[in-house]
């Protein structure tokens, strides 16, 4: 399961940490199940499923394909995730401007 893990992260171009913010686990934990060394819980890859669209069977077994259009994007996942970056960076420059003005004050 490791090798189609580290595909399907590498697909919508998630890093380590990313892949478990999505299923609820920390970066050492899709490390382990990516190096082979555990593997998930089936409701953590249920939550993934839901989340990135891709058969289980494909990455549990390595049966069939990754999605009913091989490894295609979830539809809007690109838009959700372009629109998550964009907030992120927001939300940084809101932290940076409240900071400078508590600096400012002093």
């Known amino acids: 399961m490791g090798p189609r893990?580290?595909?399907l992260r590498r697909k919508y171009k998630l890093n380590q940490s990313k892949l478990g913010e999505?299923?609820?686990v920390t970066k050492a934990a899709v490390s382990q199940w990516e190096a082979?060394?555990?593997t998930p819980e089936i409701k953590r890859l249920i939550e993934l499923r839901s989340k990135l669209g891709f058969s289980?069977?494909?990455l549990i077994a390595g049966e069939g394909e990754a999605?009913?259009?091989s490894l295609g994007a979830m539809p809007g996942?690109?838009?959700r995730r372009q629109?998550?970056?964009r907030a992120c960076r927001r939300d940084r420059r809101q932290r940076q401007k409240q900071d400078n003005s508590i600096n400012n004050t002093r």
């Open 77 to 79: 996942f690109e838009e």
């Open 22 to 24: 999505l299923c609820g």
């Open 56 to 58: 289980l069977d494909w």
């Open 83 to 85: 629109g998550n970056r």
């Open 36 to 38: 082979g060394i555990s």
């Open 5 to 7: 893990l580290i595909q």
């Open 67 to 69: 999605t009913p259009g």
